[in-house]
């Protein structure tokens, strides 16, 4: 009888050991004047895979020929760049409006990653810094795939439409949420391979940590809602909430929803939590063009939000008329609340 075994190798040795390979990938296409293209995910149509429109279902056919573009190569406009001046990089100083999903129906991802924007040390983790990225192409990301660390390997080019991104947005010049979503999307084969999923998921794959879904009913009690929540966040947890299907169109929640700029089937980042008057608020970061319009959404998520907000309208005008506002400023918002995911 033979046996076999298998030593499960730790995450610093993982990463060690891709930091290693993509160092030593990058010195050798330096020296060549290359720049890297990933033929296993390569920048092509094929790639894309079959994606859809996040309104209304119908396939999304535009532009699917576009030759990929390195960051560096998308537009410059400073407005729609939120004014940064510089080069492009991985990421200095994120916030989660910073985080700004395109024209893919990856809510449940954008929202997760939302929630990550503050911890520098996970970010370190998942996509670290280097020196090499902008000179010859190579990305690395770090994520949690099939019970283990991966180190995933890809070029920098990136989908476009008029020289906007087409998927993630960059503002600030700042690549690091698109990059971490093509990384996943190289894991599901296509772009397309990211519609549709759970935030849930999406923890477990960008931080290695097991994760819970809540469901919450008509019946939840809301005082042990409201006292989880906070000791979830207290504890440093990433939480998200989803919004419920509908699909009689016709429900008086339909209406509110409409009403009041909430997306059905949505997922958002679980940001904070306040009390006002007595109302308890949580602080919702929405990556959708909607913005919660009731009570409260006056009140600025961040010291920034004017500035934010003016910025948000007028990148509208910009480019082409398919050219969504790529961030939405967080708002304290009441909490959908049909049904959660964390």
Not at 83 to 91: D, L
Not at 148 to 162: A, E, G, Q, S
Not at 197 to 205: D, E, M, W
Not at 212 to 234: P, Q, S
Request: hydrophobic share 35%; charged share 25%.
């Amino acid at each position: 009888m033979s046996f076999h075994w298998e030593r499960l190798r730790s995450k610093e040795e993982i990463f060690e050991e891709g930091d290693q390979d993509c160092r030593e990938h990058a010195a050798y296409l330096k020296q060549r004047k290359e720049v890297f293209i990933d033929e296993e995910f390569p920048p092509t149509r094929e790639t894309l895979g079959v994606l859809k429109d996040i309104d209304t279902g119908e396939k999304d056919e535009e532009d699917l020929d576009n030759e990929w573009l390195a960051p560096h190569q998308f537009s410059n406009s400073q407005l729609y760049r939120l004014n940064n001046f510089g080069k492009y990089q991985m990421w200095t100083d994120p916030w989660p409006f910073h985080v700004c999903q395109g024209r893919l129906g990856d809510c449940w991802l954008i929202a997760a990653i939302m929630t990550i924007a503050r911890k520098k040390k996970l970010l370190e983790e998942l996509i670290p810094r280097n020196d090499y990225t902008a000179d010859t192409g190579v990305v690395q990301v770090r994520l949690f795939i099939d019970g283990k660390w991966n180190v995933i390997k890809t070029d920098y080019f990136l989908p476009h439409i008029d020289r906007f991104e087409r998927f993630a947005k960059m503002p600030k010049r700042q690549a690091w949420v698109a990059f971490i979503e093509k990384a996943y999307a190289k894991t599901q084969g296509t772009f397309g391979g990211l519609t549709g999923g759970f935030p849930h998921n999406a923890f477990r794959t960008l931080t290695g940590c097991m994760t819970k879904m809540y469901i919450f009913g008509r019946n939840v009690d809301k005082d042990k809602m409201w006292a989880e929540v906070n000791e979830w966040l207290a504890a440093d947890f990433l939480v998200c909430v989803a919004t419920p299907t509908f699909d009689d169109q016709t429900k008086k929640e339909v209406r509110y929803f409409d009403r009041h700029m909430i997306s059905d089937c949505h997922v958002y980042a679980v940001l904070g939590t306040t009390v006002e008057n007595g109302h308890r608020l949580f602080h919702l970061g929405s990556n959708s063009t909607l913005k919660w319009n009731g009570k409260w959404s006056e009140k600025p998520g961040y010291d920034e939000a004017e500035q934010l907000c003016l910025l948000t309208q007028l990148s509208v005008s910009i480019g082409s008329r398919d050219i969504r506002p790529f961030f939405r400023n967080p708002q304290q918002t009441k909490c959908p609340g049909s049904s959660a995911i964390g």
